[in-house]
């Protein structure tokens, strides 16, 4: 592992992208997710996520010179038509859209189609907690789920993931994938030679595996088994059905640079507290939460994250494989 300066870390991935027919600001917005994944140690949806982009654009997979369309059909309704570009430009230029309908009308939703990976969906409901507001996301990905009792792909692992404001702390986030591995986990698992957990895949012929590389050309599995497929099923269809955007079953691979555009969808139920709750929500769930965090050995989701990230920062860097390191900086 290398040290590589936030700085450094951010002009790397930027010109590696403009280098693969990228514009400047989709560089710039993508490159910010992807560095604040690792800043808050997700890998599987950081820098790993750089040469798969890049090809993709120089393809004309995913346009990266996209400018999103907004449009505020409703008072309450705002969408995003993401033009087959990054959906980190779309939801830069459709949240705030959405977080203003949301104070005016007490709720509001946003929908997003024709778009790209989602990166951590935990991200954008933060931005919006860190507003006062209460948020829910849903994304789709490629097919790469087996239902329940099935086999066959039907579902992305399809995170689903809510924020909300909290009293002179970052805000609560929970961030869940419908798998109980996410794909991009595999992928590093099968990079490393590394087994994956008992129960998480199927074999292209449906036995259980733990070969990341036959995991991949197989099935994940949900967790939690019923569970998780009815709510990857809830997944889809808010993130899919609600906006226009194609199925996972419809949707190319995030992972090649052949193929259609995978047109894949997200949402987001953004709520203002104020509307319902008063001006002691904060109050009360600071009240629950202190409940929780009392107790021995309970903390709360993203707790990890949050100290990660404010290392990151102090330290001004971010470690990144060595491997991966020498082939990004042989991208430019």
Do not use: W
């Not at 090809?55 to 993401?82: F, I, L, M, Y």
């Not at 509001?108 to 409901?125: E, K, T």
């Not at 609560?172 to 992928?187: E, H, Q």
């Amino acid at each position: 592992m290398s040290a590589v300066s936030l700085t450094e870390a951010q002009s790397l991935g930027e010109n590696i992208l403009k280098a693969h027919n990228v514009g400047q600001r989709n560089a710039e917005l993508t490159i910010a997710s992807l560095l604040r994944a690792e800043m808050e140690g997700l890998p599987s949806h950081g820098f790993s996520r750089i040469p798969y982009y890049a090809a993709q654009s120089a393809a004309g997979k995913v346009d990266g010179h996209a400018v999103p369309v907004v449009q505020r059909p409703k008072p309450g309704v705002v969408t995003v038509d993401a033009c087959c570009g990054f959906a980190f430009s779309a939801f830069a230029d459709g949240l705030p859209v959405a977080a203003q309908a949301a104070k005016e009308e007490g709720v509001a939703l946003l929908a997003v189609r024709n778009s790209h990976h989602a990166g951590v969906l935990g991200f954008p409901v933060a931005d919006l907690a860190e507003q006062g507001l209460v948020a829910l996301g849903f994304a789709n990905s490629p097919a790469s789920l087996a239902p329940y009792g099935g086999t066959a792909v039907t579902f992305g692992t399809n995170p689903l993931a809510m924020a909300c404001p909290r009293k002179d702390a970052p805000p609560l986030v929970i961030d869940l994938s419908m798998g109980l591995l996410a794909r991009g986990k595999i992928l590093q698992a099968a990079k490393k030679g590394e087994l994956i957990p008992e129960g998480a895949a199927v074999d292209a012929q449906g036995n259980p595996t733990r070969d990341p590389v036959k995991a991949f050309e197989g099935a994940l599995l949900p967790f939690g088994g019923p569970k998780g497929y009815a709510l990857a099923l809830m997944v889809e269809i808010m993130s899919a059905g609600l906006t226009g955007a194609s199925l996972s079953i419809e949707s190319s691979s995030l992972f090649t640079p052949d193929g259609p555009p995978p047109r894949l969808g997200q949402s987001f139920v953004i709520m203002d507290p104020a509307a319902t709750a008063g001006a002691n929500f904060v109050d009360r769930v600071e009240h629950l939460l202190a409940f929780i965090t009392g107790q021995p050995g309970a903390r709360l989701p993203g707790d990890r994250r949050i100290g990660l990230s404010q290392s990151a920062r102090q330290s001004g860097s971010i470690d990144l494989p060595d491997d991966l390191l020498a082939q990004l900086r042989g991208m430019c």
